[in-house]
């Protein structure tokens, strides 16, 4: 598997990227050794931040997880992902390697979810907005995410409200 450590606000060790590596080591018999893992490490006030994303195939798996100690959060994202790998596991299989997750039965049984129970579908009403707009809008609802008609590229759009309380947009690419 090939890793990149990035920092931001920091230069991480030698010794958080080796642990990286061999947490990942977990993650990586799933993938194989052409898969590629994003870790950025980042430093605020009074917490380390860590952010793992995997990328084999076409699938992404990302965590993200805080912690006082930049190491914690390392091994909380790496479980985080493990977690995903075992909760997406029959699906997941299908576009991985055959057999990546015979040794992983073994450790623990798991039972695959193949109908998602859709509990309440909305229809919505897409009227052009600009982003500042679609922002103002999602906070006046107070939701986390917002889907709009892009008044500038009309495009359905969607604004997030993101942890570091700043905001995302996410646009379509139909190339």
């Known amino acids: 598997m090939k890793i990149t450590v990035i920092g931001r606000k920091c230069t991480p060790r030698d010794s958080f990227k080796e642990r990286a590596e061999k947490r990942l080591q977990k993650v990586e ?25 995997i990328f084999h195939d076409g699938i992404f798996f990302r965590s993200q997880e805080r912690a006082a100690n930049m190491n ?23 576009k991985l390697k055959k057999g990546a997750f015979e040794t992983f039965e073994a450790v623990e049984a798991f039972e695959p979810e193949d109908n998602y129970d859709v509990v309440r579908s909305k229809s919505i009403n897409l ?13 006046l609802l107070d939701h986390q995410f917002y889907v709009f008609l892009d008044s500038s590229n ?9 942890k570091d309380g700043g905001y995302g947009l996410i ?3 139909t190339d």
């Open 127 to 139: 009227k052009p907005q600009s982003v500042d707009e679609a922002i103002l809008q999602m906070n």
């Open 171 to 173: 646009i379509p690419d």
């Open 29 to 53: 018999k799933f993938f194989g050794s052409d898969a590629e893992a994003k870790i950025t490490a980042t430093v605020e006030k009074n917490e380390q931040i860590v952010e793992v994303t």
């Open 154 to 162: 009309d495009k359905v759009s969607v604004v997030y409200a993101r």
């Open 72 to 94: 914690d959060a390392l091994d909380r994202c790496a479980d985080s992902i493990v977690r995903q790998i075992r909760k997406n596991k029959t699906k997941v299989e299908k």
